[in-house]
T-cell receptor, first 113, second 113 residues
Framework: GENVEQHPSTLSVQEGDSAVIKCTYS??????FPWYKQELGKGPQLIID?????GEKKDQRIAVTLNKTAKHFSLHITETQPEDSAVYFC????????????FGTGTRLTIIP | EAGVAQSPRYKIIEKRQSVAFWCNPI?????LYWYQQILGQGPKLLIQ????????DSQLPKDRFSAERLKGVDSTLKIQPAKLEDSAVYLC???????????FGPGTRLTVL
């Protein structure tokens, strides 16, 4: 089955700086890669996703890049703000049949004011 | 649009007791998921329903866990008897179809003493 590794496990950045979180996956059939943000006491919320037919996707301060050859994808947050502090999870899934979403172990991002 | 609803939000029980969690998905969502999230880890799929049929329950400990989705809407997840290692957050998610974006509820935090 799919295995997703995520790093770093914790990340602290100064407010206004950029943050980068990286994930690698093992199943070459995976072609759907969402990123979720989980705040304390809440369920994960989708912030951005990418499918394998594109290499990069942006949404305001958030971007995701995908390298299918190397089987890794990254989340980039620019101009970080205190409300970006949360745990971020990457995930991967083959986009056929009923294959399940496999999550990484999470990155706790802390924005230092 | 109302999100995924779960109850209770918190539950504390003694080991060997039983417990049940309830989930109401987003209206019109055919696919429903139950995840287990142990502290410091990413969510792990326990069971997936498509309408009222089970699609994937390969990671559900069937000797103690059971789940049902009567009438293809609400779902309940039961643990009987509970073990200490069942302490976790139980997340419910739903999607229009199995390849669509998953939306998570707030979760139920279970503590087994």
């Amino acid at each position: 089955g799919e295995n997703v590794e995520q790093h770093p496990s914790t990340l602290s950045v100064q407010e206004g700086d950029s943050a980068v979180i990286k994930c690698t996956y093992s199943d070459s059939a995976s072609n759907y890669f969402p990123w979720y943000k989980q705040e304390l006491g809440k369920g994960p919320q989708l912030i951005i996703d990418i499918r394998s037919n594109v290499g990069e996707k942006k949404d305001q301060r958030i971007a995701v890049t995908l390298n299918k050859t190397a089987k890794h994808f990254s989340l980039h947050i620019t101009e970080t703000q205190p409300e970006d502090s949360a745990v971020y999870f990457c995930a991967a899934r083959p986009n056929f049949g009923n294959e399940k979403l496999t999550f990484g172990t999470g990155t706790r991002l802390t924005i230092i004011p | 649009e109302a999100g995924v609803a779960q109850s209770p939000r918190y539950k504390i029980i003694e080991k060997r007791q039983s417990v049940a969690f309830w989930c109401n998905p987003i209206s019109g969502h055919a696919t429903l998921y139950w995840y287990q999230q142990i502290l410091g880890q990413g969510p792990k799929l326990l069971i997936q329903f498509q309408n009222n049929g089970v699609v994937d329950d390969s990671q559900l400990p069937k000797d103690r866990f059971s789940a049902e989705r009567l009438k293809g809407v609400d779902s309940t997840l039961k643990i009987q008897p509970a073990k200490l290692e069942d302490s976790a957050v139980y997340l419910c998610a739903s999607s229009l179809g199995y390849s669509d974006t998953q939306y998570f509820g707030p979760g139920t935090r279970l503590t087994v003493l």
